[in-house]
């Protein structure tokens, strides 16, 4: 139990740290492990998904992956470090726990954060996307290809998912092949809609088959996953709410019984039933 304290209290305390990273590109913090990264270059072990997870996270910050692993390597130092007054007061084996593992949970604290900010980023997307396909079918039944109307869509937008569209415009604009232009936007939002998405307009240009109708199947089909997801939502809600009326509404009005209960008994009139 202490050493599942330790390790989860480092973890937090460095997702606190690293969540104060800028958004852009000239952050101190980005900056300083940005030359950190160049300066353990190759000598540092990366882990085979942490440029997905990077590119999920939407890359924050302009951040490489040398970068992050250097933010991981900072962070467990830094909690190690903040773990050493807090080991030398804490009780028998917790104190021994907490200094072994609060560099472990720091270690792990840029993942989470990357974690959370792929889950923000990913809902972004799926918010925006239902309204962006429509855009998109209007655009190309109006005459555009649909690299064109994907870089124009993307141009009139904003969000994670327009960024990505205005990506894909140009890409296709220098002569890229619009199937790797896709591949290249599957892999950098891993999201089963736009797994679909890209599967959809891929068969449509082999077969000839209209992407109006295509592209209006795809937008009903995610209007109905988002509505889907809110309903999952709020039946995971329900018990949570449960949770609460139960623990803390129900003792508070017990509370109130019992104190009335009490003011009669010691005013000598006893209750009166």
């Known amino acids: 139990m202490s050493a599942a304290l330790a390790f989860v209290c480092g973890a937090l305390g460095m997702l606190g740290l690293v969540s104060l990273l800028p958004t852009g590109g000239g952050g101190g913090v980005t900056l300083l492990a940005s030359r950190l990264g160049r300066r353990l270059g190759p000598r540092m072990r990366v882990p085979g998904d942490l440029a997905g997870r990077l590119a999920a996270a939407g890359f924050p910050g302009g951040l490489a992956v040398r970068d992050v692993m250097a933010m991981k390597v900072v962070c467990a130092v830094l909690a190690a470090l903040l773990a050493i007054p807090f080991g030398a007061v804490l009780p028998g084996r917790l104190g021994l726990a907490w200094m072994a593992l609060a560099p472990v949970g720091g270690f792990m604290g840029p993942d989470l954060w990357l974690a959370r900010r792929a889950r923000v980023r990913a809902a972004a997307i799926r918010r925006e996307l239902p309204a962006m396909l429509d855009l998109l079918r209007v655009t190309v039944e109006s005459g555009a290809s649909l690299a064109a109307a994907l870089g124009e869509v993307g141009e009139r ?46 068969r449509a240009a082999r077969h000839g088959a209209p992407l109006g109708t295509a592209l209006d199947a795809q937008a009903r089909d995610a209007r109905l996953a988002r509505r889907r997801r809110i309903q999952e939502a709020a039946a995971r809600a329900a018990p949570k709410i449960q949770l609460v009326v139960a623990l803390l509404l129900v003792p508070s009005v017990l509370l109130l019984v019992a104190a009335a209960l009490a003011a009669a008994l010691l005013s000598g009139g006893g209750p009166a039933f």
């Not at 415009?169 to 891993?190: F, K, Q």
């Open 157 to 202: 937008t904003t969000g994670p998912l327009a960024v990505e569209w205005r990506a894909v415009g140009l890409e296709a604009a220098l002569g890229v092949p619009l199937s790797h232009s896709l591949a290249g936007l599957v892999d950098r939002a891993p999201l089963p809609e736009l797994r679909a998405l890209a599967a959809a307009l891929d």
